[in-house]
């Protein structure tokens, strides 16, 4: 019961940062193109990204079942990999660096699973189809393929869409440009707010559930008072209400703390903005992930957001990109997945020696 007291405790810790660590993903070109102060930016993000939460658990079935042999999870596997992520996060946060809190997620549960089963590469799903429904779950198609596609879909469609409203805005005048993508872009912030509220909130959805099935399949909640029996679920089918609700409101919590660092790196260093770049680039992210959502792809709403204002911006010229800043940002990206594992499969190991004594 400590374990899985200490495994709830950390995914909400996990939440929260994902929340101020990924605020930059939704506000970040808004604030930079003064269309928000930021308190009320922050405030638009939260109320959207807790709306968001409730669009859907695609993606928590994705990350409760479809990543890892269930077999190889225990309560300190999954505990494991929510401080392997939450260290990575932390530290890309000190450093301002935009990486992937799904991807840190992800990567620790694998390296977790990896060491639970003492180096058996097998529990790990790298493609798996079902007959039935007609659908492939794993690695592969939901975690690699979206890393690699994803941040190119965000540049070409976020440079495409800007290179359209400039033909459509050629003859407006900066100002009547100005004035009407101010306030588009407060929509535009809004539809990424809650994108990101679809995906993000997810994860955590996912681990906690998988938490809780862990923890009824050991018996670790047998002994639990009547009114505590809704702790008990045999069987990973769908997500509890309560906790869509309290990660929901965990990561609403966490983006109105806000992630000033990253915000800095994302809408002033790497490109600089006006509010119709704002608009594309938030328009393109939030579209993609979305779309994502709905078909239960986890996928990283930093990469997303990130390449679609690197695409926005290069549609002015390319030296408009600081690509000092979008090759740190890339080399974190690179590192999440394989960093985090190590971490999750390295604390993994530290409890079973720590578990031995």
Not at 52 to 57: D, I, K, L, R
Not at 323 to 337: F, K, M, N, P, S
Request: proline content about 4%.
């Amino acid at each position: 019961m400590t374990v899985f007291l200490l495994v709830l405790f950390a995914a909400l810790v996990f939440e929260y940062i994902n929340g101020f660590h990924d605020a930059a993903n939704a506000i970040a070109t808004v604030v930079s193109t003064k269309v928000l102060t930021p308190r009320q930016a922050i405030a638009l993000a939260a109320v959207c990204d807790l709306s968001g939460a409730f669009f859907g658990t695609q993606v928590a079935k994705t990350i409760g079942t479809g990543l890892v042999d269930l077999n190889a999870v225990t309560m300190t596997t999954v505990f494991a990999a929510l401080l392997g992520a939450i260290i990575w996060n932390l530290f890309t946060w000190w450093l301002g660096l935009p990486s992937s809190s799904s991807h840190a997620l992800m990567g620790g549960l694998c390296g977790a699973a990896l060491a639970t089963s003492g180096g058996d590469w097998t529990v790990l799903k790298w493609s798996v189809v079902d007959p039935v429904k007609h659908t492939i779950d794993g690695l592969w198609p939901k975690v690699v393929l979206p890393m690699i596609t994803s941040p190119v879909v965000g540049f070409i469609v976020g440079a495409g869409l800007m290179g359209l409203l400039y033909i459509l805005l050629r003859k407006a005048t900066p100002r009547t440009v100005n004035g009407i993508f101010g306030k588009l872009q407060i929509v535009s912030a809004s539809v990424m707010g809650f994108s990101h509220g679809s995906n993000d909130a997810q994860k955590t959805m996912g681990i906690v559930t998988l938490a809780l099935v862990t923890a009824t399949q050991s018996h670790v909640l047998d002994n639990l008072p009547p009114w505590l029996g809704f702790l008990r679920i045999p069987e990973f089918k769908d997500v509890p209400v309560w906790v869509v609700v309290l990660c929901a409101f965990t990561l609403a919590c966490g983006t109105a703390g806000g992630g000033w660092r990253i915000i800095r790196t994302m809408g002033h260093k790497m490109v600089k903005l006006q509010p119709v770049h704002g608009f594309a680039a938030e328009t393109t992210a939030g579209c993609v992930i979305l779309s994502a959502s709905h078909f239960g792809v986890p996928l990283s709403t930093t990469h997303v957001i990130s390449t679609s204002i690197m695409g926005v911006g290069a549609t002015k010229r390319l030296s408009a990109v600081k690509w000092g800043i979008v090759e740190r940002i890339v080399w974190a990206w690179v590192l999440t997945l394989p960093v985090t594992g190590l971490l999750g499969f390295l604390v993994m190991v530290a409890l079973k020696l720590l578990g031995s004594w």
